[in-house]
């Protein structure tokens, strides 16, 4: 929902600012014992492009952090983690405010994916989590909440 709130500075002028109301969010960062990850592609409408990206979705009503990662992760990729890290929390933007919950996922196994209506031309790509990180470091990766999780998994795993 986009609003516009009308704000006042300290010496008393004012001004529009224009708010985005979205939804909480959790990124997820597959790990694997052998230093592999898992990234998904999916066009973006808004952005003209197809997007490489960490699994993540938006939550469901009364959904905690947890849930949304675990259940991202099973339905964009198939894989089910028994041990989830918390990486923080980051925003998106100073208009947004949703806020983006970081997850580091290991212990993985696959299941069955199940992806939702509009996943439908997702991609999903096995690779070293380094290919990744470098990815990302280089701008190949442009979605910032997947750059962000990346970057702070790399230090969570104390890798180089």
């Given at each position: 929902?986009?609003?516009?709130?009308?704000?006042?500075?300290?010496?008393?002028?004012?001004?529009?600012?224009?708010?985005?109301?979205?939804?909480?969010?959790?990124f997820v960062?597959?790990?694997?014992?052998?230093?592999?990850?898992?990234?998904?592609?999916?066009?973006?409408?808004?952005?003209?492009?197809?997007?490489?990206?960490?699994?993540?979705?938006?939550?469901?009503?009364?959904?905690?952090?947890?849930?949304?990662?675990?259940?991202?992760?099973?339905?964009?990729?198939?894989?089910?983690?028994?041990?989830?890290?918390?990486?923080?929390?980051?925003?998106?933007?100073?208009?947004?405010?949703?806020?983006?919950?970081?997850?580091?996922?290991?212990?993985?196994?696959?299941?069955?994916?199940?992806?939702?209506?509009?996943?439908?031309?997702?991609?999903?790509?096995?690779?070293?989590?380094?290919?990744?990180?470098?990815?990302?470091?280089?701008?190949?990766i442009v979605?910032?909440?997947?750059?962000?999780?990346?970057?702070?998994?790399?230090?969570?795993?104390e890798l180089?």
């Amino acid at each position: 929902m986009l609003r516009d709130d009308v704000i006042s500075f300290p010496d008393g002028a004012g001004a529009t600012y224009t708010v985005v109301e979205n939804p909480d969010s959790a990124f997820v960062v597959p790990y694997f014992d052998n230093g592999d990850t898992v990234l998904v592609r999916q066009w973006r409408h808004a952005w003209d492009i197809s997007s490489w990206e960490v699994p993540a979705g938006t939550f469901d009503e009364g959904e905690d952090p947890a849930e949304c990662a675990r259940r991202e992760l099973a339905e964009e990729t198939g894989l089910v983690a028994t041990r989830y890290s918390s990486l923080g929390v980051v925003r998106g933007a100073a208009f947004l405010t949703g806020r983006a919950h970081l997850f580091l996922a290991e212990g993985l196994t696959e299941s069955a994916r199940n992806p939702e209506t509009y996943e439908q031309d997702m991609e999903v790509l096995r690779l070293p989590f380094t290919h990744a990180l470098q990815a990302a470091l280089e701008g190949q990766i442009v979605h910032s909440g997947s750059v962000t999780a990346l970057c702070r998994a790399a230090h969570a795993l104390e890798l180089p």
